[in-house]
């Protein structure tokens, strides 16, 4: 059974920062592309970040040059730190994964594995 776990979300005031971890478990993800999404109340899911197979990443423009996304093939995990959060940056966060392929890596119904998702509020 696939399973993607979210950890590391949480309360931090604006300009803190977070790490959030994603464990997969139940099958490799070397030859998976690994995504980070977020899902504010009343709004649609939004794409976050990527980091392929080849750990090449990229970046809503919304998060670019705050946020970091990495992967540890080694412990099948990505991880995804997050500098000088706002309070817009508040939502759901999710953490997702796409056998490599020619798709549309900012679309969320690319996706085929998702993680439950982990909050993190940004507020004073």
């Known amino acids: 059974q696939v399973q993607l776990v979210e950890s590391g979300g949480g309360l931090v005031q604006p300009g803190g920062s977070l790490r959030l971890s994603c464990a997969a478990s139940?099958?490799?993800?070397?030859?998976?592309?690994l995504g980070w999404f977020r899902q504010a109340p009343g709004k649609e899911r939004e794409f976050v970040s990527v980091v392929t197979w080849s750990s090449v990443t990229y970046y809503a423009d919304s998060v670019k040059g705050r946020f970091t996304s990495s992967r540890d093939n080694g412990k099948n995990t990505v991880s995804l730190q997050m500098n000088s959060l706002k309070p817009e940056d508040t939502a759901v966060y999710y953490c997702?994964?796409?056998?490599?392929?020619?798709?549309?890596?900012?679309?969320?119904?690319?996706?085929?594995?998702w993680g439950q998702g982990t909050q993190v509020t940004v507020s004073s």
């Open positions: 997702a994964a796409i056998s490599a392929g020619n798709y549309d890596l900012r679309n969320s119904r690319s996706y085929d594995y």
């Open positions: 139940g099958r490799t993800f070397t030859s998976h592309h």
